[in-house]
């Protein structure tokens, strides 16, 4: 029973004695009294209080209520009536003022807002800001405009309610140096047209970010799409995105122990190949031991990148015609070099008819190749793992489209640096283009864009003086370094005793002689 109704019912257990407002002297009765009953017999008040569950003083008032209003439910003196300590309207939107001043002054605002949210791009502010110290300038700035200020639990609330999309960033956001950079100028800006200059080259970066982000997202749908309707025959176009995640190191326990912080322990690299026409991705797991170089050196130079990526296109490919590829905009220019060439090497050779390369704008480069490295994280925190076994069996739970491959007699890595750069040159300048386009018709030709609705040049990538170009020959093998017995030695005395007993000698064997 509520506490509406238990009061209702009380009332309806009240009896009056005497129904008469004026006494026998003719003064006016002040007190009105009751009778108590319970199942037809009278009883006392104390007893009454006992058995319908209530106190003396809420007996009082139900009665006095009941005199005063009938037998209706009670309602609370102050209902319908605003506190007068309560926030009002100016006081919120002075509040809110406040914070939109704040963030368009020193702010960095996104150039779309993330999946799932209301649609409002969100604006970082800077990390070393806190929201108790902006309240501190908030008050400043009341106390000079004789306004009320909120304290500064309200001044949180009202935030998080009405502006929720102002956020202040965490250190370890990866945000984009040319977005700080102009947002710097921008603050540092002193005459009208030093922050009009750096507002609008603020403005046409992000809508430069938007572009692309919009034209990765047309490329996925259009390849999903022409994926549904594919009837066997051979397609025209998949999708392809490729990145690195950052190393994982083993052993790894949900439960760590303290000394392992200050370890080297083995580091296990991470590159993944999304096919986003079937939303599957290869993740291809490389130890440190299985590396070009020595101690797990030189796995994201051009020769690893393109011997895992020839792999997942020739093995995992589905004949088609056409490929279009999205990566990072690295900063080694020589990765980029290289990797354009291997793609025109490609419809040289047949293996595709058109190539389309794209590259987000440096510090956008979001995509979803790092979503299937989210799950990989997320599994890998609340896991133990101890060998390299367990590794790849987290990769394959981790997600339905997440995948693992790992080295062992699978791919081979090839010298594809001295191959490309035998028959192919460099394009000058190539870190301000981000679309390269390949065709057979023109097989030794690159057309390049800056942007999406750029107009394309083109570009020669045939070596002045090559030799005759062979379309059977492929770079020669380059077997794994290993490690070195330094590195054997420092994994078997610091990190040994960490593995649990049954994986000791597969993640830290015996060090061999050389």
């Known amino acids: 029973m509520g506490k509406e109704e238990k009061e209702m019912y009380i009332m309806g257990s009240l009896n009056q004695k005497g129904s008469k407002k004026i006494t026998?002297?003719?003064?006016?009765?002040?007190?009105?009294?009751?009778?108590?009953?319970?199942?037809?017999?009278?009883?006392?008040?104390?007893?009454?209080?006992?058995?319908?569950?209530?106190?003396?003083?809420?007996?009082?008032?139900i009665a006095k209520y009941l005199s005063e209003h009938g037998a209706i439910p009670r309602e609370h003196g102050n209902t319908g009536k605003k506190p007068s300590h309560s926030l009002k309207f100016e006081e919120i939107r002075n509040a809110v003022t406040f914070i939109l001043n704040y963030a368009g002054e020193v702010g960095m605002p996104k150039p779309e807002a993330p999946r799932g949210s209301d649609g409002i791009p969100p604006v970082y502010l800077p990390s070393s800001d806190t929201k108790k110290d902006i309240h501190k300038r908030y008050v400043a700035s009341c106390e000079e405009s004789e306004f009320r200020a909120l304290k500064v639990s309200s001044f949180q609330d009202v935030w998080l309610k009405c502006v929720p999309h102002i956020k202040i960033s965490k250190p370890r956001d990866d945000v984009c140096h040319r977005c700080e950079r102009l947002r710097k100028e921008i603050i540092d800006a002193v005459t009208e047209e030093e922050k009009?200059?750096?507002?609008?080259?603020?403005?046409?970066?992000?809508?430069?970010?938007?572009?692309?982000?919009?034209?990765?997202?047309?490329?996925?749908?259009?390849?999903?799409?022409?994926?549904?309707?594919?009837?066997?025959e051979e397609l025209a176009n998949i999708h392809y995105t490729f990145d690195f995640a950052q190393h994982f190191q083993l052993p790894h326990h949900s439960r760590q122990m303290g000394p392992t912080y200050f370890a080297q322990l083995r580091r296990i690299q991470v590159f993944g190949v999304r096919i986003d026409s079937v939303s599957k991705q290869l993740n291809f797991i490389v130890d440190e031991n299985q590396t070009i170089g020595p101690d797990g050196t030189q796995t994201s130079g051009p020769n690893a990148v393109i011997s895992m990526l020839d792999y997942a296109l020739t093995e995992h490919g589905f004949g088609e015609q056409k490929c279009t590829l999205h990566a990072d905009n690295c900063s080694g220019q020589n990765k980029n070099q290289f990797v354009i060439a291997y793609l025109c090497w490609r419809v040289i050779t047949g293996r595709h008819c058109e190539v389309e390369y794209c590259m987000q704008i440096p510090g956008h480069t979001r995509c979803l190749v790092d979503s299937g490295f989210a799950h990989i994280r997320k599994l890998y925190r609340r896991s133990d793992i101890d060998s390299l076994a367990q590794f790849l069996t987290l990769v394959n739970k981790s997600a339905a489209s997440n995948?693992?491959?790992?080295?062992?007699?699978?791919?081979?890595?090839?010298?594809?640096?001295?191959?490309?750069?035998?028959?192919?040159?460099?394009?000058?300048?190539?870190?301000?283009?981000?679309?390269?386009?390949?065709?057979?018709?023109?097989?030794?030709?690159?057309?390049v864009k800056e942007r999406t609705d750029s107009v394309e040049q083109k570009f020669s990538l045939k070596k002045i003086g090559a030799p005759n170009f062979d379309a059977t020959e492929i770079p020669a093998i380059l077997p794994p370094a290993g490690m070195t017995k330094e590195r054997q030695t420092y994994l078997y005395r610091n990190v040994r005793p960490y593995v649990r007993p049954s994986h000791q000698e597969d993640l830290c064997p015996t060090p061999t002689e050389e």
């Not at 028959?423 to 097989?443: D, W």
Request: contains cysteine; charged residues 30%.
């Open 403 to 447: 995948e693992a491959v790992s080295y062992d007699d699978t791919w081979q890595w090839r010298n594809w640096k001295d191959f490309l750069s035998t028959y192919f040159r460099p394009v000058k300048s190539v870190r301000k283009y981000h679309h390269f386009r390949f065709t057979s018709a023109e097989p030794w030709y690159v057309y």
């Open 196 to 232: 009009l200059s750096a507002i609008n080259a603020f403005q046409e970066h992000i809508a430069d970010a938007k572009k692309e982000r919009e034209y990765y997202r047309a490329c996925i749908e259009n390849a999903v799409q022409e994926m549904e309707n594919w009837e066997g």
């Open 24 to 61: 026998s002297k003719r003064k006016e009765r002040k007190r009105t009294r009751y009778i108590y009953t319970f199942k037809g017999h009278e009883i006392c008040r104390d007893a009454f209080v006992y058995i319908y569950d209530t106190t003396q003083k809420v007996l009082r008032n």
